[in-house]
């Protein structure tokens, strides 16, 4: 068994220092509950990938057999967690230009999309939407070690009306296919919820509202009822499954708070009252407000329809106005890039427009840290830097708190005490 020398003026004592394999050190870790730094860490990281305990470099000890990851001169924070990505996605594919490859391909690109995404700092990811299981396969890989990526939290298919933001649109007739996950009654969605469960799904992704990048649909239109919703809700919760609703319409939104979604992804057009309504209820606003400057920077050149430009730029605009909004009031608020909109790997490029509109650096980063731990119902995993939790670990130079653009840039990476991106001057 390896041991420890801790000496007495250790910050935190053990949980079982034999356990310990790896050490981590830096100048200094945020600590994402109190938004202070703390000098010095000695983060040891157990064989399971767990933190057995975090002491004060300068004055404990450890042995030879500790494998020891230095990190002079950088500022340790827990992994990043980006709470609505599609990592079987590409932006540089849209409209029909996807319909040239084969099914397969996606899958291929998750395996890359992956690899992009954890070297961007983003050690956890809640993949909210994915064709033909191809999160849950990622998933298998990643966990199984065989490819590089982030902890997954699947949601496999989204389920939606017939017709809506989650259906095949923009097809002929004769092209008609029933899409896997589309209900259009409480009963099918209860079914609906239980089937996804089955086959891997770990959070349930509805489509209570019209899209952007559905063809055919009103942006903001309701297109799940409240009971369907509740039906959702109620199924999921009962498997102790979290949901996590599209919804840009005031409408929707509002009903899918009544109906128990504890997520509320994008929610470009809440009202104040649902805003309030969203805080009487300890809902979740998990809003994508990067992603606008890259939908309309590329236009259509990508293969995107003119009918989603269009769509994108009534309401851009108006989701980081609501996003400010909602900030002032206390809505709240998660870190959500909906990467496979914009190129996977720039999910870090968010921060400086959630400060840009409204919060502090620290409130930005505890967003895609202890609240989006807290909101996967995972914060005894992921989302701080504690005894028990994984040593996920991202490193950057400097001070994010003062310049939370520095994000944008991550040193290193370490997932489960295994370094994967970065070089250490101590192996």
């Given at each position: 068994m390896k041991h420890l020398l801790l000496a007495a003026a250790a910050m935190v004592s053990f949980a079982d220092p034999a356990l310990a394999a790896t050490v981590v050190t830096a100048d200094r870790y945020l600590d994402v509950d109190t938004g202070k730094y703390v000098e010095h860490p000695a983060i040891f990281i157990g064989d399971d990938g767990?933190?057995?305990?975090?002491s004060d470099a300068r004055t404990v000890r450890w042995g030879a057999d500790v494998k020891h990851i230095d990190l002079a001169g950088r500022t340790l924070l827990p992994g990043l967690i980006d709470m609505h990505v599609h990592l079987t996605s590409l932006a540089e594919i849209g409209g029909y230009q996807g319909l040239k490859y084969t099914d397969s391909f996606w899958q291929v690109v998750g395996v890359a999309n992956a690899k992009k995404t954890l070297a961007?700092?983003?050690?956890?990811?809640?993949?909210?939407?994915?064709?033909?299981?191809?999160?849950?396969?990622?998933?298998?890989?990643?966990?199984?070690?065989?490819?590089e990526g982030p902890r997954i939290v699947p949601a496999t298919y989204a389920i939606g009306a017939t017709g809506g933001h989650c259906d095949d649109t923009g097809l002929p007739p004769s092209y008609d296919k029933k899409v896997e996950s589309i209900i259009d009654s409480p009963g099918e969605a209860r079914a609906k919820v239980r089937w996804l469960h089955k086959y891997g799904a770990e959070v349930i992704k509805i489509c209570a509202t019209g899209g952007v990048f559905?063809?055919?649909?009103?942006?903001?239109?309701?297109?799940?009822?409240?009971?369907?919703?509740?039906?959702?809700?109620?199924?999921?919760?009962?498997?102790h499954l979290k949901v996590?609703?599209?919804?840009?319409?005031?409408?929707?939104?509002?009903?899918?708070?009544?109906?128990?979604?504890?997520?509320?992804?994008?929610?470009?057009?809440?009202?104040?009252?649902?805003?309030?309504?969203?805080?009487q209820h300890h809902t979740w606003f998990d809003m994508d407000i990067y992603n606008d400057d890259y939908i309309l920077a590329t236009g259509t050149s990508n293969g995107t329809e003119q009918e989603s430009i269009d769509k994108e730029k009534a309401i851009g605009l108006k989701q980081r106005q609501t996003f400010q909004r909602g900030v002032q009031l206390g809505v709240p608020m998660l870190f959500g890039t909906d990467a496979g909109v914009y190129p996977h790997g720039d999910n870090g490029?968010?921060?400086?427009?959630?400060?840009?509109?409204?919060?502090?650096?620290?409130?930005?980063?505890?967003?895609?840290?202890?609240?989006?731990?807290?909101?996967?119902?995972?914060?005894?995993?992921?989302?701080?830097?504690?005894?028990?939790?994984?040593?996920?670990?991202?490193?950057?130079?400097?001070d994010p708190t003062r310049d939370v653009s520095l994000l944008e840039h991550i040193d290193s990476v370490i997932k489960g005490g295994k370094l994967v991106k970065g070089a250490a001057t101590n192996q």
């Open positions: 767990r933190i057995t305990g975090i961007a700092g983003f050690t956890t990811v809640r993949n909210v939407g994915s064709n033909d299981f191809g999160d849950v396969g990622l998933k298998e890989a990643i966990d199984g070690g065989w490819i559905s063809l055919g649909d009103s942006v903001g239109g309701q297109q799940l009822s409240l009971e369907e919703m509740k039906a959702i809700a109620d199924e999921a919760h009962m498997l996590a609703a599209h919804a840009h319409g005031d409408e929707g939104i509002r009903d899918a708070i009544l109906a128990g979604i504890d997520t509320i992804e994008h929610a470009s057009l809440a009202s104040d009252a649902t805003m309030k309504l969203a805080i490029k968010q921060f400086a427009k959630m400060v840009q509109w409204g919060m502090t650096p620290l409130q930005a980063i505890q967003a895609a840290t202890r609240s989006a731990g807290e909101a996967l119902n995972r914060a005894g995993d992921v989302g701080t830097l504690a005894v028990g939790r994984f040593g996920d670990i991202v490193a950057v130079v400097g």
